[in-house]
């Protein structure tokens, strides 16, 4: 199946998932019957795909492959323990960038402001934790490559 990066079509498909992917995590109740959320994957993916743009019955198996080893994973069961705080959560934070003046040695800071979404709060052991979902398909190989991709947007959660 096509990873969410790239061009074209394997793209598109990517983007697909990972929407349909967010959405079901949305709404999923960790403590519930894991098999609850993903028997809906059909129904979900035929309703966002009313123009018939993707092959749903591919897609649909795609994802539920996708769920049924996150429900096998640890971060699966420490959900399951945990107590949701919120769900999708905007954000928004004054961003401070240098850049660096190459006739002095002084540096420019500029202030924007970096916007988002935090996928997931949640509260464990008297801690406050944020999960942040990834529906990128990847090799054992690419892991390490794909967590520093990914490090930039942990160290500011």
């Given amino acids: 199946m096509p990873r969410s990066r790239g061009h074209g079509k394997d793209s598109q498909v990517g983007a697909f998932i990972g929407t349909l992917a967010h959405r079901l995590l949305e709404q999923w109740n960790f403590a519930d019957d894991s098999g609850k959320a993903i028997d809906r994957v059909a129904g979900m993916c035929a309703e966002l795909n009313s123009d018939d743009t993707y092959d749903v019955i591919e897609i649909s198996s795609v994802i539920k492959e996708m769920l ?3 429900v096998k994973s640890e971060i699966y069961q420490t959900l399951r323990a ?4 919120g769900r999708e959560i905007p954000f928004a934070i004054p961003w401070h960038t240098s850049d660096p003046q190459p006739s002095a040695l002084c540096t420019q800071h500029v202030i924007s402001t970096m916007e988002g979404t ?3 709060v949640y509260r464990l052991n008297g801690d406050l934790w944020i999960a942040d979902y990834k529906t990128d398909r990847i090799t054992s190989d690419e892991i390490a490559g794909r967590a520093e991709e990914y490090r ?3 160290q500011i959660y």
């Fill in 68 to 70: 049924e080893v996150f």
């Fill in 82 to 85: 945990a107590t949701i705080v």
């Fill in 118 to 120: 935090i996928d997931l």
């Fill in 152 to 154: 930039l947007q942990a």
